[in-house]
């Protein structure tokens, strides 16, 4: 699965925490056209079906958040429903990373399948997702209101 891309080194992976919104929050407006609000986040992380990730990485000498990931795990199926990396650290493996991470614990949850919804402009993430198997199963159509949502599968 998407085995040959290299990693940014010193990235850690841990659950997300209230204290990681401020900072996430900056990412995932630089992130979306429509960004969820800090609220969205807060219920996520209340929300019993609800896994979020975030990871961080080395930068400037300190550490930053690198970027984060929040699926659902709901009888034996995943729905990712956000993941977004920091601008400053794109392209540099992390969504590989998160999301290695992600399907590692979804298998050890026994989830079968996983699936989610991108935008039908969003050429990076249908990139992305491809290369970790992932195929594009149907359409919905005006799903964001402004666009047309491609809907991916995954069977592990
Ligand atoms: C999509 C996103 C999560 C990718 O994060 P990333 O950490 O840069 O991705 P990676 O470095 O792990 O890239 C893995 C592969 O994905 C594909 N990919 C990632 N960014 C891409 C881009 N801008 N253009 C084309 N392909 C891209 C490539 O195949 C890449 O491998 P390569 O760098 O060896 O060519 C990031 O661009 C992002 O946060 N975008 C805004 C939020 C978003 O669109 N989230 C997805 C919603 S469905």
Same mark, same amino acid.
């Given at each position: 699965?998407?085995?040959?891309?290299?990693?940014?080194?010193?990235?850690?992976?841990?659950?997300?925490?209230?204290?990681?919104?401020?900072?996430?929050?900056?990412?995932? !407006?630089?992130? +979306?056209?429509?960004?969820?609000?800090?609220?969205? /986040? $807060?219920?996520? %992380?209340?929300?019993?079906? *609800?896994? @979020?990730?975030?990871?961080?990485?080395?930068?400037?000498?300190?550490?930053?958040?690198?970027?984060?990931?929040?699926?659902?795990?709901?009888?034996?199926?995943?729905?990712?429903?956000?993941?977004?990396?920091?601008?400053?650290?794109?392209?540099?493996?992390?969504?590989?990373?998160?999301? !290695?991470?992600? +399907?590692?614990?979804?298998?050890?949850?026994?989830? /079968? $399948?996983?699936? %989610?919804?991108?935008?039908? *402009?969003? @050429?990076?993430?249908?990139?992305?997702?491809?290369?970790?198997?992932?195929?594009?199963?149907?359409?919905?159509?005006?799903?964001?209101?402004?666009?047309?949502?491609?809907?991916?599968?995954?069977?592990?």
């Amino acid at each position: 699965m998407h085995p040959e891309k290299e990693i940014l080194p010193g990235l850690k992976i841990r659950p997300m925490v209230a204290g990681d919104l401020e900072e996430l929050i900056v990412i995932e !407006r630089a992130s +979306f056209p429509n960004p969820w609000s800090c609220g969205q /986040f $807060e219920s996520e %992380l209340k929300n019993p079906v *609800s896994v @979020a990730l975030v990871a961080r990485a080395p930068y400037e000498g300190g550490e930053t958040l690198a970027g984060y990931i929040i699926y659902w795990t709901v009888h034996g199926e995943a729905h990712i429903l956000n993941i977004a990396v920091n601008p400053l650290l794109r392209r540099k493996g992390v969504a590989t990373f998160l999301l !290695r991470e992600a +399907f590692a614990r979804m298998r050890r949850n026994l989830v /079968f $399948e996983v699936f %989610l919804e991108v935008r039908k *402009s969003n @050429a990076a993430a249908r990139d992305l997702y491809r290369r970790f198997g992932f195929r594009e199963a149907f359409e919905r159509r005006n799903y964001y209101g402004d666009e047309d949502a491609i809907v991916m599968t995954l069977v592990f």
